[in-house]
């Protein structure tokens, strides 16, 4: 006959071990719900400050992004640049607004291949900006830059069977300081207007803003 104590002293312990399997288990279920929030806030956050067609920065975003980066250029040179498609909207018209979804998507990929690791956003419709560090701010960089920009741009995009091609009007203006954004922003928005206002004869089209 079994003693009474080694009985109660095996049941004690397949308690505690199943009393330490539920709290293992419990933590780790703990653990995982954690993680869950973790990323689905993390998701909220990224949705809040992207472009859900792009994946860029939004408008808010750009601002608190450039704001950062003004505060910490060390005296980098800094160029605003705006730009804007033309004739966007016949695209959309003629092809669809799944084609016209592609073609920013297309752009914002060649916008952020051409400024690399600098900060590049939506806007909204098909307006972007850009904040470029430069060697100089001297106008035949600057000019040099958004030329490339146009050309990159202006490459046919493929959208399945056929292609499109769109250009675009691109303003840039130096960014004197820490608080001179909204101003330096202002007057690349003005160069751009500018540009397009040239007409279709000048394609690319690129004007720098007046400093």
């Not at 995982?32 to 408008?59: F, I, K």
């Not at 540009?195 to 690319?204: E, L, N």
Request: aromatic share 4%; hydrophobic share 45%.
């Amino acid at each position: 006959m079994p003693d009474p104590m080694t009985v109660a002293s095996g049941i004690s312990a397949a308690g505690a071990l199943i009393s330490a399997w539920q709290l293992r288990r419990r933590a780790v279920r703990a653990e995982a719900e954690l993680e869950l929030l973790q990323a689905e806030l993390e998701a909220e956050r990224h949705a809040a400050s992207h472009d859900p067609l792009t994946g860029l920065p939004n408008r808010r975003a750009f601002f608190r992004l450039a704001a950062a980066l003004l505060t910490d250029a060390a005296g980098k040179p800094l160029v605003a640049i705006v730009l804007d498609l033309d004739g966007f909207k016949q695209v959309n018209d003629r092809y669809g607004h799944a084609a016209g979804d592609q073609v920013l998507v297309s752009v914002a990929q060649r916008l952020t291949a051409f400024a690399g690791d600098n900060l590049v956003a939506r806007l909204g419709g098909d307006e972007f900006a850009g904040l470029l560090t430069s060697p100089t701010v001297d106008r035949w960089w600057i000019e040099h830059a958004s030329r490339r920009l146009c050309e990159a741009l202006a490459a046919p995009i493929p959208l399945g069977t056929r292609t499109v091609q769109v250009t675009a009007s691109v303003g840039l203006a130096p960014v004197h300081g820490p608080t001179q954004l909204t101003d330096a922003l202002c007057r690349a928005d003005a160069a751009m207007y500018r540009a397009k206002s040239v007409g279709a004869a000048r394609v690319p089209r690129q004007l720098m803003a007046e400093c």
